[in-house]
């Protein structure tokens, strides 16, 4: 069956850590996306590319960066410049030009 | 985000009652989208809305999007404890990006 797979399902990253986040897609869907989560909150945009190669800042991108390499993978770094990194991951998915269509499990992270 | 509204924040309903949801926007939107989400996993699509009056039916779950394209509502008739879950709507300003605006969400439970 086709979908997207985010792994780990729970990360922890100590201070000053560098951790990344996987997104992996069998839907050969050009877009991707990552998203941020906080409690009782609704998602932000984090970084999104379109095509294999290239990718665009969200709304939050401060802290955080991606690479899109192969059109199924679209990893997110969290930088230790992001002070604030506690939340719920989510990766996403859709034909080119659309918003998304199918989502990831999400990763929640930690601070230890 | 201010651009866009999402009403109630949470709602508790018995099994069997209908219930409305509804997601306003400050400017007129380009599409509008509904997704479900389960505590702790990844969202799923429900409906697109993109023209003025347009409204749309899964199951028991109807949407609809108001002629002024401003204002979503999502009801939900006969509600069954697999309802449960946070219902999030997202607005779509560009029309090719595929970036949405998320609102806050709603978080529904069914009492049996």
């Known amino acids: 069956d086709g979908g997207i797979t985010q792994s780990p399902k729970y990360l922890f990253r100590k201070e000053g850590q560098n951790v990344t986040l996987s997104c992996e897609q069998n839907?050969?869907?050009?877009?991707m996306y990552w998203y941020r989560q906080d409690p009782g909150q609704g998602l932000r945009l984090i970084y999104y590319?379109?095509?294999?190669?290239?990718?665009q800042k969200g709304d939050i991108a401060e802290g955080y960066s991606v690479s899109r390499e192969k059109k199924e993978s679209f990893p997110l770094t969290v930088t230790s410049a992001q002070k604030n990194p506690t939340a719920f991951y989510l990766c996403?998915?859709?034909?080119?030009?659309?918003?998304?269509?199918?989502f990831g499990d999400g990763t929640r992270l930690s601070i230890l | 985000s201010q651009e866009l509204e999402q009403s109630p924040q949470s709602l508790i309903v018995q099994e069997g009652k209908n219930l409305t949801i509804n997601c306003t926007s400050s400017?007129?939107?380009?599409?509008l989208y509904w997704y479900k989400q389960k505590y702790g996993e990844g969202l799923i699509f429900l409906m697109m809305l993109q023209k003025g009056g347009e409204e749309k039916s899964h199951e028991k779950i109807t949407a609809k999007l108001d002629e002024k394209k401003q204002q979503s509502s999502l009801h939900i008739t006969a509600s069954q404890p697999s309802h449960a879950g946070i219902y999030l709507c997202?607005?779509?300003?560009?029309?090719?990006?595929?970036?949405?605006?998320f609102g806050q969400g709603t978080t529904l439970q069914v009492k049996p």
């Open positions: 839907l050969n869907h050009d877009a």
């Open positions: 997202g607005a779509d300003y560009s029309g090719n990006t595929g970036k949405l605006i």
């Open positions: 996403a998915s859709s034909i080119g030009g659309w918003p998304p269509q199918h």
């Open positions: 590319s379109q095509i294999v190669n290239d990718f």
């Open positions: 400017k007129t939107l380009y599409g």
